[in-house]
């Protein structure tokens, strides 16, 4: 997808709002949720960039941020988390929105919720987002490492696509007004 997308909306009153939709996945079901976020917002008229959590990545350049990551052992993925902690004084100034990917979510049951939230707790010690989301994903073992293969045998977990494109985009529908993305006619 693209980047950039403030440089290029300039800083005038009036202009598109901008967003990051930034994400860290492991297998892809957290990159592909990303991206139907961000399809979403640009079908609200949003500039939109989703791009993979990591270093290069600076929230500044934006009006706001979507920052998602996959959940593995109850947490979010270390890059994900890095980026927040670096990242904190821009993404303090700004709205946020947050969302989380796993197995453990295609339950939509209270103790799964409440777990999606507690994995927030390392990041809501650097911003305090908006809102929170919690999707399914998918799970392939095919395409895992060794390592998570063994972790999802031991656990008794089969794979399975569990992602949920109707909640996913719904809830990104949301995001203009969440984020204060949408301007009043001048």
């Known amino acids: 997808m693209s980047g950039g997308g403030a440089a290029a909306a300039g800083g005038q009153k009036g ?3 901008s967003v990051l939709v930034c994400y860290a996945s492991r297998y892809g079901s957290t990159r592909e949720i990303a991206g139907w976020i961000a399809e979403e917002l640009k079908g609200a008229g949003v500039i939109a960039d989703c791009l993979p959590a990591g270093k290069g990545v600076r929230p500044a350049a ?10 593995y052992m109850g947490k979010w993925l270390a890059e994900a988390r890095e980026l927040v902690s670096r990242e904190r004084v821009p993404l303090g100034r700004m709205p946020v929105a947050v969302f989380s990917v796993g197995y453990s979510l295609k339950e ?3 103790a799964s919720l409440q777990a999606g939230e507690a994995a927030l707790s390392d990041i809501r010690l650097f911003i305090s987002p908006r809102d929170a989301a919690f999707f ?4 392939d073992p095919e395409r895992m490492r060794p390592a998570d293969r063994a972790i999802l045998s031991l656990a008794g977990i089969t794979g399975g696509d569990f992602c949920d494109a109707d909640l996913v985009r719904a809830w990104a529908r949301t ?9 009043a006619e001048e």
């Open 175 to 183: 995001l203009p007004g969440l984020l204060g993305l949408l301007q």
């Open 15 to 17: 202009r598109m709002r």
């Open 136 to 139: 399914p994903g998918r799970v």
């Open 62 to 71: 934006y009006d706001a941020a979507v920052i998602g990551s996959a959940l």
């Open 108 to 110: 939509r049951t209270l």
